[in-house]
T-cell receptor
Framework: ETGVTQSPTHLIKTRGQQVTLRCSSQSGHNTVSWYQQALGQGPQFIFQYYREEENGRGNFPPRFSGLQFPNYSSELNVNALELDDSALYLC????????????FGPGTRLTVL | AQSVTQLGSHVSVSEGALVLLRCNYSSSVPPYLFWYVQYPNQGLQLLLKYTTGATLVKGINGFEAEFKKSETSFHLTKPSAHMSDAAEYFCAVTLNSGYSTLTFGKGTMLLVSP
């Protein structure tokens, strides 16, 4: 059974650029959630996708957007990057309704200069 | 809305000593509660979870936690710390609903000295 994978591992961008992060769900999971973890903080919920539609969103601006594909993989897109977007971005997959348990990938470390 | 408070950003113990990491939650409905561990430069690994039933739950690596509704707490314990337990620990809560998102505490860094 393959776990949650994310790419790339690390990424360096400059302010104003756009970035796309990718996530492959664990086999059998139909829901993907994205979290932002700033240095020294707990993960903050960005949004969740289920059946290729956004199923919920945290307190993040519209320049954070996402997609879920028929194979349940997902992308996180961030436009107009700001310095404060520097963080570890975590993807988690789960089965909708299954007691809330989520399985996390290793994350993508984004640095915005 | 739900929230999680973890008391103590850093906890230091000696190898072999009791580990106690504190977590209090706020939720308007019965919650599901989780403890995750994060090693440096890695993602989150689930240690244990409480959903329903027995309030004392056992997890991996000898950790356990007890759900106390009256105290709105879900503290994490381990009888004897090992050097390999040094990591950051996050308590998280989600609601009993089809749309489940985790709300995390700020984390507690566990330091284990020889």
């Amino acid at each position: 059974e393959t776990g949650v994978t994310q790419s790339p591992t690390h990424l360096i961008k400059t302010r104003g650029q756009q970035v796309t992060l990718r996530c492959s769900s664990q086999s059998g999971h139909n829901t993907v959630s994205w979290y932002q973890q700033a240095l020294g903080q707990g993960p903050q919920f960005i949004f969740q996708y289920y059946r290729e539609e956004e199923n919920g969103r945290g307190n993040f601006p519209p320049r954070f957007s996402g997609l879920q594909f028929p194979n349940y993989s997902s992308e996180l897109n961030v436009n107009a990057l700001e310095l404060d977007d520097s963080a570890l971005y975590l993807c988690a997959s789960s089965v909708q309704g299954a007691w809330g348990e989520q399985f996390f990938g290793p994350g993508t470390r984004l640095t915005v200069l | 809305a739900q929230s999680v408070t973890q008391l103590g950003s850093h906890v230091s113990v000696s190898e072999g000593a009791l580990v106690l990491l504190r977590c209090n939650y706020s939720s308007s409905v019965p919650p599901y509660l989780f403890w995750y561990v994060q090693y440096p430069n890695q993602g989150l690994q689930l240690l244990l979870k409480y959903t329903t039933g027995a309030t004392l739950v056992k997890g991996i690596n000898g950790f356990e936690a007890e759900f106390k509704k009256s105290e709105t707490s879900f503290h994490l314990t381990k009888p004897s710390a090992h050097m390999s337990d040094a990591a950051e620990y996050f308590c998280a809560v989600t609601l009993n609903s089809g749309y489940s998102t985790l709300t995390f505490g700020k984390g507690t860094m566990l330091l284990v000295s020889p």
